[in-house]
């Protein structure tokens, strides 16, 4: 292994580290959301107090972000928005819904892909123990 692929392995390495850490500063929040408010309420909801956990934290993010879809050389406002794009480094979709479908985890992948942002978290908060409403999407 040469010294150049060394320090591109520690690189991703660290890296990956902090997309875990914020990933699970951003799950500690929402948990904390959900031992408050419980299932049931609409996803405008969770967002808010979601964003408000975030803040306390002092964590970064943005709401609703626009996401413009490129169809050839044209970017094209199509009405997407991220729900909450956390350090510029995660998209988090939230849901209330009863049960996560696939369509759900292909509109996170897709806003992914077009946002060019390999780490994604689907929170369906309309669950008894939010842990079963959390799944993780690495690109």
Same mark, same amino acid.
């Not at 997309?19 to 408010?37: K, M, P, Y």
């Not at 975030?54 to 609703?64: D, G, K, N, P, R």
């Not at 972000?65 to 939230?94: A, F, H, N, Q, T």
């Given at each position: ?18 997309? /875990?850490? @914020?990933?699970?500063?951003v799950i500690?929040?929402? +948990?904390?959301?959900?031992?408050? *408010?419980? =299932?049931g309420l ?40 991220? /729900?909450? @794009? ?7 979709? +939230?849901?209330?819904?009863?049960? *996560?479908? =696939? ?37």
């Amino acid at each position: 292994m040469h010294e150049r692929d060394v320090i591109t392995t520690k690189i991703t390495k660290e890296t990956k580290m902090q997309f /875990d850490e @914020l990933s699970r500063n951003v799950i500690g929040a929402a +948990i904390e959301v959900h031992r408050n *408010l419980g =299932p049931g309420l609409l996803e405008s909801t969770y967002r808010q107090c979601l964003a408000c956990e975030l803040s306390h934290s002092a964590i970064s993010f943005q709401m609703e972000v626009p996401l413009p879809v490129r169809y050839k050389e044209m970017l094209l406002d199509c009405g997407y928005r991220i /729900d909450l @794009l956390v350090s510029g480094d995660l998209i988090v979709e +939230i849901k209330s819904v009863e049960t *996560l479908l =696939p369509i759900h985890q292909a509109q996170l992948l897709t806003y992914m892909r077009l946002a060019k942002i390999p780490i994604g978290l689907l929170i369906n908060f309309n669950v008894t123990k939010l842990r079963n409403g959390i799944k993780r999407f690495v690109l």
